[in-house]
């Protein structure tokens, strides 16, 4: 456990009322990404996926009441605050920070660099107007929003699930949330930026994967890797017709592999591909 003096644990302690209502605040408790599973020990390697550098958790407390317990997480960036938001994305919208969520007691939300958890160890009406309460006023004390990954604005808008988009960066995340493979044919790691997106329904969407390398010849390499496993046949037209009849195709644009999986035709698939890296090099582009 690392020292609350540590002044980027006491910038985050100050961004969390002492009190809410007449639930009083106890002792901090602050980790990092060494310590994390001290804390959270199933989910302690989604936050570590995403470069956590601390998390302070504040447990508030009034007799013969449910417990309510804040985790403010320091993500480094508003890209990585962003992204952790994205790995569940289940619940209603409560229109906190940059983007929220609220299920069953649990509050999730991010602003600027900042993911905040905030959640009743029993839901009641009172507790989850405490909630919410709290999630909003750690946003406002947040002083300024951050930007969300670049990668976004390469994703073609007709047919976009918006509220189903995911960042990540490894292939552990991505197999979360979509399996391809066992290994990692697409050479993802730390360094590498991803958005995974859905057009269409869940259960018969396709799925578009944008993942920037930031490096022409490591998006050739990885291009080739994943053709060489994914469609062993084609690797060098890019697209295939999988076992349950849909399609999937890949690309690469300067820096950045375009993969869609699960489209209805040959054509869908090549299509979406175009608008992806169409949009993302006319964003490189000099002005």
């Given at each position: 456990m690392t020292a609350p003096e540590d002044k980027d644990a006491k910038a985050l302690?100050?961004?969390?009322?002492?009190?809410?209502?007449?639930?009083?605040?106890?002792?901090?408790?602050?980790?990092?990404?060494?310590?994390?599973?001290?804390?959270?020990?199933?989910?302690?390697?989604?936050?570590?996926?995403?470069n956590m550098r601390l998390v302070l958790a504040r447990r508030f407390h009034k007799d013969g009441k449910p417990d309510i317990v804040v985790d403010l997480f320091d993500m480094g960036s508003s890209e990585d605050a962003f992204g952790v938001f994205t790995h569940d994305l289940d619940g209603e919208d409560a229109k906190i920070g940059q983007g929220s969520t609220y299920k069953g007691g649990l509050l999730s939300f991010w602003k600027d660099r900042y993911f905040g958890s905030v959640y009743a160890?029993?839901?009641?009406?009172?507790?989850?107007?405490?909630?919410?309460?709290?999630?909003?006023?750690?946003?406002?004390?947040i002083p300024r929003e951050g930007s969300k990954p670049s990668l976004l604005s390469a994703l073609p808008p007709e047919g976009l699930d918006a509220k189903l988009v995911r960042f990540f960066h490894n292939h552990l995340v991505l197999n979360y949330h979509f399996f391809v493979a066992d290994t990692n044919i697409l050479l993802l790691d730390?360094?590498?930026?991803?958005?995974?997106?859905?057009?269409?329904g869940p259960k018969d969407g396709a799925r578009l994967l944008l993942v920037d390398y930031?490096?022409?010849?490591?998006?050739?390499?990885?291009?080739?890797?994943?053709?060489?496993?994914?469609?062993?046949?084609?690797?060098?037209?890019?697209?295939?017709?999988?076992?349950?009849?849909?399609?999937?195709?890949?690309?690469?644009?300067?820096?950045?592999?375009?993969?869609?999986?699960?489209?209805?035709s040959e054509t869908q698939a090549a299509a979406v591909l175009d608008e992806a890296a169409a949009a993302w090099m006319k964003g490189r582009s000099p002005k």
């Open positions: 302690s100050s961004l969390i009322p002492r009190t809410i209502g007449p639930w009083l605040s106890e002792a901090d408790e602050v980790f990092d990404a060494e310590t994390i599973f001290d804390y959270i020990n199933g989910s302690g390697e989604v936050y570590r996926s995403y160890e029993e839901e009641t009406p009172e507790t989850k107007g405490l909630v919410l309460e709290l999630g909003r006023q750690i946003a406002a004390a730390q360094t590498t930026d991803a958005v995974l997106a859905l057009y269409g930031g490096d022409t010849a490591k998006a050739g390499a990885a291009r080739d890797s994943f053709s060489g496993a994914y469609m062993p046949e084609s690797p060098e037209k890019g697209i295939v017709r999988t076992e349950d009849g849909k399609w999937a195709a890949v690309r690469t644009a300067g820096s950045v592999v375009a993969v869609v999986f699960d489209a209805g």
